[in-house]
């Protein structure tokens, strides 16, 4: 269950990564709001590979 | 000589025995490790300095195209058959064709060209420290550092890595597992962010017009050297020459099911290398062509960007160091690792603050793919070619020798014959691989009847 919940946590901070600069590209989004998206993306996908990666491991 | 060759010979005892069924992997464990392994800092650099040196964007384009799948073919067509077929690694394989004497020569000068390959990675890594205090970065033509402040970032940053590999590579190695597909969005997020800079429109209508004018302009910067489709074509594919051609990577595809699983290499060369390079191009013309990862990261994706560059560089210097110790050990009897790493972590330190190794990049690997590629051809040939000649294989484990003194000598000849080649540094080594293969089956041939006699 806790792989199944950080693989999508992980898989959702890897869009968010994805979906920033593109937002900003489009003008949807300033360059500092999308900067501060990049790096909450960023420190949620460390967070949730290091959960899953530990998890993996445990099992 | 057998002295240092046996305590290397113990070292690598582990993976002594081929590759039982039961541990060959699959072919998605293939695309993944190709995948995370060719996003990596150096890819910062080599991209940038493709706009730099002024190709155009079609040639790049081409370029890429061609020369990767050249080096898909190198990996799929030479590495992979021959690793399937024996399961060995190239060290134990070339240790019956050229004896230990001559594995160990190789794993020193292995030894030598990772440092200063770790070293420009310590190098990518202070530009984006370096950021945070308003450091100079070197200029394109700098060989020595231009300041006291590159000086002691670089170094602290190689202390730091060093420390971090002494502390537990393993650990260390898995948290860069993790990063990996990280950096490979840092690369695609960068550029996306600085296509507007550029004055890309969000519909993407001026995107080519743009790609040609203000990015891969056909312009070199000054005092670079105009680059053309050859260029890239060469640099794609001996830019893992070592890997491919040099069969390094016989240790990965001796455990594929299949000699097809080399195709798999495809994945770290189209969505890695080429794509990556596109991208790092596209942030080097938000910045103005100034070679300054850190830079480049942070005018497109912030602070986070700066983390990417940072752990980019980090994660293949660790693995680097690693190596490197790995290789010092058989010449450094009793010493316990952390003191290898050590003294490694600080001569490349040391390495690191030279900007010429992290400016001269390109040609550095141009460098180190020629070095080793004599040692690929030698194999190749011998695997190949000798029984079809009926020339009797292994000459060194069926003597006994230490060392093959005709595989050294085609070796070293190899290189003194590229290095007279009257064509441009990234050609030499495709001549010098038939050099080297044609060389080592005539001198073999010659003495053939040594070894029968055995």
Redesign the interface.
């Known amino acids: 269950m806790l792989r199944i919940a950080t693989g999508v946590f992980a898989a959702g901070s890897?869009v968010i990564?994805?979906w920033?600069?593109?937002a900003?590209?489009?003008?949807y989004l300033d360059?500092a709001l999308?900067?501060?998206f990049?790096?909450i993306g960023?420190a949620g996908?460390?967070i949730a590979?290091?959960l899953f990666?530990s998890a993996k491991r445990a099992r | 000589m057998s002295g240092l060759a046996a305590r290397t010979d113990k070292l690598y005892e582990f993976d002594r025995e081929p590759v039982s069924p039961d541990k060959l992997q699959s072919g998605s464990r293939f695309a993944g490790l190709f995948a995370g392994e060719h996003v990596a800092g150096t890819e910062f650099v080599i991209g940038a300095f493709f706009v730099l040196h002024g190709i155009t964007a079609t040639d790049l384009i081409f370029g890429l195209l061609i020369g990767n799948l050249l080096a898909v073919l190198s990996w799929a067509l030479l590495c992979a058959p021959i690793a399937v077929d024996t399961r060995l690694t190239l060290y134990w394989y070339l240790r019956k064709i050229a004896g230990p004497g001559l594995t160990l020569i190789y794993n020193v000068a292995n030894a030598f060209l990772y440092c200063i390959l770790a070293g420009a990675m310590m190098s990518v890594a202070a530009t984006a420290v370096g950021l945070g205090f308003g450091m100079d970065t070197p200029q394109l033509t700098d060989v020595y550092p231009n300041s006291v402040g590159w000086v002691v970032t670089t170094f602290s940053i190689g202390i730091v890595f060093t420390i971090l590999a002494i502390l537990g590579f393993e650990k260390l190695a898995k948290f860069a597992s993790v990063c990996a597909p990280w950096i490979f969005v840092v690369f695609i997020a960068g550029a996306i962010a600085t296509l507007p800079d550029l004055g890309v429109k969000p519909d993407l209508s001026n995107f080519w017009e743009i790609a040609r004018t203000k990015i891969w302009t056909g312009v070199p910067s000054p005092g670079q050297e105009q680059y053309g489709i050859g260029h890239i074509i060469f640099f794609a594919w001996f830019v893992n020459l070592g890997m491919h051609v040099g069969l390094s990577d016989m240790a990965l595809f001796r455990y594929a099911k299949s000699w097809k699983y080399g195709f798999y290499s495809a994945f770290g060369m189209y969505p890695g290398h080429m794509l990556a390079w596109l991208c790092s191009g596209i942030m080097v013309a938000g910045v103005s062509r100034e070679m300054n990862p850190g830079l480049m990261a942070y005018n497109a994706i912030g602070i986070a960007g700066v983390f990417g560059v940072l752990v980019a560089g980090w994660t293949t210097a660790n693995p680097t160091l690693y190596r490197v110790g790995l290789a010092i050990q058989t010449i450094t009897p009793n010493w316990p690792r952390w003191k290898i790493t050590l003294a490694a972590g600080l001569v490349t330190s040391v390495l690191a603050c030279f900007p010429i190794f992290f400016m001269k990049l390109l040609e550095y690997v141009a460098y180190y793919g020629l070095v080793l590629m004599p040692i690929g051809a030698i194999v190749f040939t011998e695997h190949w070619i000798f029984p079809k000649l009926g020339i009797p294989r292994y000459r060194a484990e069926r003597l006994g020798q230490t060392l093959n003194l005709s595989a050294l000598v085609v070796w070293v000849g190899t290189l003194v014959v590229c290095y007279f080649l009257p064509i441009h540094l990234f050609y030499k080594w495709l001549p010098g691989w038939f050099v080297a293969s044609i060389s080592y089956t005539i001198l073999q041939k010659a003495t053939a009847k040594e070894v029968e006699h055995a």
Not at chain 1, 24 to 27: K, V
């Open positions: 890897m990564c994805l920033a600069p593109l900003y590209f489009l003008g360059e999308c900067q501060g990049f790096a960023s996908w460390f590979a290091t990666v």
